[in-house]
Structures are given as structure tokens and as C-alpha cells.
């Protein structure tokens, strides 16, 4: 099939869908499923050769949960609700950069374990998470699905 007929062929299907209405919207699970996805995808772990399996996801309830799990048995846990989320920042180029999520006050849980210094429980108002390759049409997205579950009322 050529070019042209593939074009002409997708420009009836989306005038007849268009016209009768059929307009796909992303519901609640969409937005989970492409907001794991591309948390999970763009996590940079490269900057940290100790670190053996990485966690980055939403809950359905509108938590963020990174768990980073190193070599040596230690973790790091990182937990906070976006109904406290104040702010949602990217510092970087599209291959590489920061997400900087920060809260209106010490909102995000922060805990260790298993570490040979001692297990720790704190708070913080910032979390700097490393990405890759996040494209200005992906940061958009993320944005607007974050936005989606931050507005969600449980």
C-alpha cells in the first residue's frame, strides 16, 4: 500500500470517528498506566553504580514512591502525596536532567534502611529525582498527568 493511500485512508477514519463522536479520553487507569511508564523509563540510574533495582511509580491513591535498593542490602525510601505537591520543576537538556518535585512543607517521607550508619526517618520539601531522555512533548504529558492526580479527590 502506498503513502497516499494510507494518509487518505487514516483521514476518513479520523473525520468518521470525529463526526460520530467517538473521541478516546484517558481515564483514571490511562493516566496510571502512562504516568508509571514513563516514570519507570526515565529514571537515570547511571549516575550511581552501587545502585542495584530501582522503584519510581504512582499509586492509584495519588502517592509518589521511589525505592532505590543497593548492592550491599541498603535502601532508600522516598514517599509523598501530590494533593502536597506546591511545585514541579525540570532542570536539564531532553537527554538528560532532573525532575524537581517540592512540596509546601516537609512532606516527603524519607527513609533508609539497612544502612551501616543506622536507619533513618526524616522529612524533606524537595526531591530531585535524575531522568533521561525527557522530550518537552513527555515532560507536557507527565505534567498533565501529575495535574490529573494532584486535582483528584479521594
Request: hydrophobic fraction near 35%.
Amino acid at each position: 500500500m502506498n503513502v497516499k493511500k494510507v494518509l487518505i485512508t487514516t483521514a476518513f477514519i479520523i473525520a468518521l470517528s470525529t463526526s460520530y463522536g467517538f473521541k478516546y479520553r484517558f481515564d483514571e487507569q490511562d493516566w496510571l498506566s502512562y504516568t508509571n511508564r514513563c516514570l519507570a523509563q526515565s529514571y537515570d540510574a547511571s549516575g550511581d553504580s552501587k545502585l542495584k533495582k530501582v522503584e519510581f511509580f504512582l499509586t492509584p491513591d495519588s502517592f509518589i514512591r521511589l525505592r532505590k535498593t543497593y548492592a550491599k542490602g541498603k535502601q532508600e525510601y522516598y514517599s509523598f502525596n501530590l494533593h502536597q505537591l506546591n511545585d514541579f520543576d525540570y532542570l536539564g537538556s531532553s537527554t538528560t536532567g532532573i525532575l524537581e518535585f517540592k512540596t509546601l512543607a516537609d512532606d516527603i517521607i524519607v527513609q533508609t534502611y539497612n544502612d551501616r550508619h543506622g536507619d533513618v526517618d526524616s522529612m524533606t520539601t524537595v526531591l530531585d529525582i535524575p531522568v533521561k531522555n525527557m522530550e518537552p512533548e513527555r515532560l507536557d504529558s507527565l505534567h498533565e498527568a501529575l495535574n490529573y492526580f494532584k486535582a483528584k479527590r479521594l
